[in-house]
Structures are given as C-alpha cells and as structure tokens.
C-alpha cells in the first residue's frame, strides 16, 4: 500500500513538472490603450460602386483612450505626401465614421481629386481637437466616374453670363457635342448648368487638351470660323475640329431614283452661291446619302453628322435608323428642289409642281414613248402643250398614266383623218392616223391642245440677227443644228452691240432676254455684247417652255 501510495505522489510530481515546462512563456495579454485607428485595416482595397450609391462604403472606428472630452475629424492625403495637403471631413463626438458609396466617392474625386475609374492610394488617420493624431492607415480606392447630365458653353459670345449659356448635345454618358460658330478673340469654358458658373470646366493649360474644374485656363486663340467640339468628362478630354464646307455634294441612294445607290449616276448638286448647294430631283420614300466625293463611299455625310453641325432639317427628311444613320424621305413623292445652306446650315426640299406633259413618239426616235421628246403645258390646269422636236417621218402624242409614266395603252391622240401621214391640224382619240412633218425631215415648233383638239407644227432654222454681227440687222447669220446634243450653235465675230435669235428669217417668231437672265421670251429683249469678239453662240430650245442660250467669248 505504502508502495503504490509513493508512485502516485511520483508521478503527480513528474506531471507538474511537465506542464511547468510546457507553459512556462505564458502571460495574460491586458487590454490595448491609446488611440489608434482599429478598422479597416491598413492595407485593404475598395473598388466603389455606382449602382449602389446608398450602401455603406466605408466605416471608420478608433481606440482612444488617452484623450478625454474631444471631438475627432479624419484626415485624408493622397498616400506618401505626409499629409502635406489633407482633406478633412466634419467634425464628431463619436469613435466612428462612416460613408456611404457616394458620400466617399464625391469626397475623393471632388475634394481630394483623385482620378476616376483609376485605382489610388489614400493615407487615413484621425485627428483630436486637442491635437493629438492616430496612427496612418494606406487604403487603395477606385472612384466611379459621376455622372454630369447637362453641360453648357460660356464665354465672351454669351458675355460671359451663365444664363445665356449655350446648351451642349449630349447622346452618350458623359460625352458632349456642340457645332458652333467662333469669332476672333473669343474664349470660354464649360459649365455643368446654366444657372451659375460656381463649377467651370477649363483646360488644364493653354497647349493642354485635357480639362479640369480644380482651376485651369479658358480655351481661346482660335480664328474665326465653324467648329465641332467635344468634351469628354469619362476621360477629361477636349476636342476641336474645324468645320469647312464641302466643295461639291452629291446624292446616292434608293430615295434618289435618278441615281440609286452606286456610282453609274449620282446626283450631283449645283453650287449655287456660297455655301448653298442646289438641286432639282426625283424623290421616293426611301433612304440616301450625301457625298463629298464622287464615286468615295468614306466621303458620305449622314443625317446625325448634320445635326452634330448644327443643321436644321425640314420635316421632309428623317434619320432612317438603319445602322448607316441614312437620311430617309418621308414626303409625297414628286420633283423637289433640295437645299443645302451652309451658311444659314439648313436643309430642305420644296416640291416642283410640274406642268402636264404628254410626248412625242415616232420615227424620229423609235416610237419608244418613254424615251421620246416632250411638250409641256403652260400649268397644271390647262392642256396648251408647247415644245420643240426634231422629226423625220410620222409620229403621235402620248399622256401619261397615273404614275407620271408614258407607254403605249396610255391615252394618244393622232390625226383626226384617221390616215397616217396626214397634217390637218385636228386631232382625235380614236380612229386616228399618224401625223405627217408637214415640211419633211427639220425641227419643229409643235403646239397641241388635247381639250381643244387641235395642233400645229412649224420648221424653224434659226439664226443671229443684230448690229452685233456681220450682217447687223438686215441679214441674219444661219445657226447649224447640232441632233447630238439637241441644240443651234454657231461661232462668229461679234462687234460691240446687240442681237436677237430670229427664225425662218423674218420677224414673226424671234427670241429675246427680258431682264437678262439668261432664258428666252418670244419677241424679248435684246441681248448686249460689251466686248469685241469671236463667239461661240448656242440655242437651246430642247427643255420645253424654259429655253435658254449661252454667248460664250473664245
């Protein structure tokens, strides 16, 4: 008994001596004192986040426990400054602090103007009333980029009052567009509404394309002109690009049926003074296109690139919405007159009510009456056609059908003989022949009336007349016709003085230019040569009821 008794107090002294030595480092930690920042940890990352911009975003707390009866700010500096510049936030009575995601995300960019959607480092520590200071914490933060929804331009154009601050196009998230005309000297900026200027936009420096609202220079030193401006607040980029006017446009596409879209026949607009560009097609509800450059389909202006400029367009056109942002017209289909007025920076089409036609088929041209030479009535309301024809043989007069289209099943009219090569001047609808050229193969001047049924049909062999020209006014000079090209030409010596076209040489039927405009009236005025010359003469009488003439010095 005494034996067992002495191990157990043997082996109850080698146990304590085995856990003695298995603890003997142990101590019991006290409580941490001071002041000192204890979350987040030094360290930590936060990416911010703007589609929840009331979450928590961040939430500071401090130990303190050496200063009593303070109150507490935080301090935050861009990360190895040493706090040279620090940003502070409001002042609190409590050991914590907490942003939501937007409060810290406009705190950095705004005030501490870290950049945005970039990662940084920030240095965080708390500050005592009494001057006592934490520990520093490092945090790395990504801001969002905010959003601005309106910005405006100002400047010395709107007298540098914000009121009158012009409004900037704005069609993706952040980016701005304005077309604008610019005088000498003129300067401004961009504000982000047009109630105040507290907030400016301005470039970093004057060679600088980036911007800042931390303070910068206004943009300026640009010469007069049109100009596209973009302002790009994702990136703080500034753009500026001269606008000048195209030296020629043309049309391209299925709305332009003359032309269509390729480059066999585009149509090509006129000049008409400067910066306006005219012309007079055909139009369809489809889409098309303006070209700078024939035949260059990288040279096209598409309908949101005029209104980036600045254009009006009338209600005529639309965007087609088609991927390739094409004009489409929307109007009644007809002959329209297109504008493009660089400098009022319109764009419009006027319908052309034209005057009834019927044509005039026959052996001069295969009796193909969709090809075949028209005349023209005087309006839309009366049937008194008129129009000069080259012809060789027998022929007939055609109307058209609904569409405008002439082809044989339309209505015709002939001789009221009902013999073909007759010339009695009256016509009909049924039983008719065909009508003889009365004076065999020549050009004629045709009138025909389809309510009062009846025609007639002169030769004319035209020439010059007047103390202008070798024979002065008692011999006309002979013009040649030229079938080619549908018109009377003829080159001769011309003295200081006047003319006039007569036909057949007599005075019954001759054409003059009453005010000068360059087309002919029967029995006009005369036209005035200021300079001695040799000339080239030409008569065209191939439009019907619009003939015109050129007098072109060699």
């Not at 704005?170 to 077309?179: D, W």
């Not at 369809?284 to 202006?301: A, E, H, K, P, Y």
Request: hydrophobic share 35%; proline share 3%.
């Amino acid at each position: 008994m005494k034996r067992i008794y002495k191990i157990f107090i043997l082996t109850f002294f080698i146990t304590g001596l085995i856990s003695c030595d298995k603890n003997e480092n142990f101590s019991i930690e006290q409580p941490q004192t001071g002041f000192f920042i204890e979350t987040p940890s030094s360290g930590s990352s936060l990416i911010l986040d703007r589609t929840s911009p009331e979450n928590q975003a961040l939430a500071v707390t401090w130990e303190d426990t050496v200063n009593q009866d303070v109150s507490y700010t935080l301090e935050v500096a861009k990360t190895a400054t040493d706090f040279a510049e620090s940003f502070s936030t409001t002042s609190t009575t409590s050991k914590n602090y907490t942003w939501s995601v937007e409060e810290l995300n406009t705190f950095l960019v705004n005030t501490v103007r870290l950049p945005q959607s970039e990662e940084s480092t920030i240095d965080l520590r708390v500050v005592a009333s009494n001057g006592e200071i934490s520990n520093t914490i490092t945090l790395s933060v990504t801001p969002f980029i905010i959003e601005v929804s309106e910005l405006f331009v100002n400047g010395t154009f709107t007298s540098w009052n914000p009121t009158l601050a012009v409004a900037m196009n704005s069609s993706e998230f952040n980016i701005f567009t304005i077309n604008i005309d610019l005088a000498d000297g003129d300067e401004f900026n961009f504000i982000p509404n047009n109630t105040t200027d507290e907030v400016v936009w301005q470039l970093v420096d004057a060679t600088s394309n980036e911007v800042t609202k931390f303070g910068g220079v206004n943009v300026s030193g640009y010469s007069a002109g049109n100009y596209d401006i973009t302002v790009d607040l994702n990136n703080n980029t500034f753009t500026i690009v001269e606008i000048t006017f195209p030296e020629a446009l043309f049309l391209v596409g299925a709305g332009v049926p003359d032309a269509g879209w390729g480059w066999g026949s585009p149509v090509e607009m006129v000049l008409t003074s400067v910066d306006v560009f005219q012309v007079e097609t055909n139009l369809i509800n489809d889409t098309f296109r303006f070209f700078t450059v024939n035949g260059d389909w990288g040279s096209g202006l598409n309908y949101p690139s005029f209104i980036a400029d600045g254009y009006t367009i009338d209600a005529n056109f639309e965007d087609a919405l088609d991927g390739d942002n094409n004009f489409r017209f929307i109007g009644t289909p007809g002959v329209y007159s297109i504008t493009v007025d660089g400098t009022n920076k319109t764009i419009t089409a006027v319908e052309i009510i034209q005057s009834l036609r019927i044509a005039v088929p026959g052996n001069h041209q295969g009796w193909d009456p969709t090809t075949a030479p028209q005349l023209e009535a005087s309006s839309a309301a009366t049937t008194d056609y008129e129009g000069y024809v080259w012809l060789d043989g027998e022929h007939k007069f055609v109307g058209p059908d609904g569409s405008g289209n002439f082809a044989w099943g339309n209505i015709d009219w002939g001789d009221a003989s009902g013999t073909n090569g007759s010339y009695t001047q009256v016509l009909t609808e049924t039983g008719e022949g065909n009508i003889g050229a009365p004076s065999g193969a020549g050009h004629y001047f045709i009138q025909a009336d389809t309510d009062a049924l009846t025609y007639s049909e002169t030769m004319y062999i035209w020439g010059v007349i007047g103390d202008a020209t070798p024979g002065g006014w008692g011999s006309d000079q002979d013009m040649t016709y030229d079938a080619g090209a549908g018109v009377w030409t003829i080159t001769l010596d011309l003295t200081v003085g006047q003319l006039k076209f007569r036909a057949n040489d007599d005075w019954t039927w001759n054409y003059g230019d009453t005010g000068a405009d360059g087309s002919l009236e029967n029995n006009g005025d005369n036209m005035v040569i200021n300079t001695a010359g040799n000339y080239t003469i030409i008569l065209d009488l191939s439009t019907p009821r619009a003939y015109t003439y050129s007098i072109t010095l060699n």
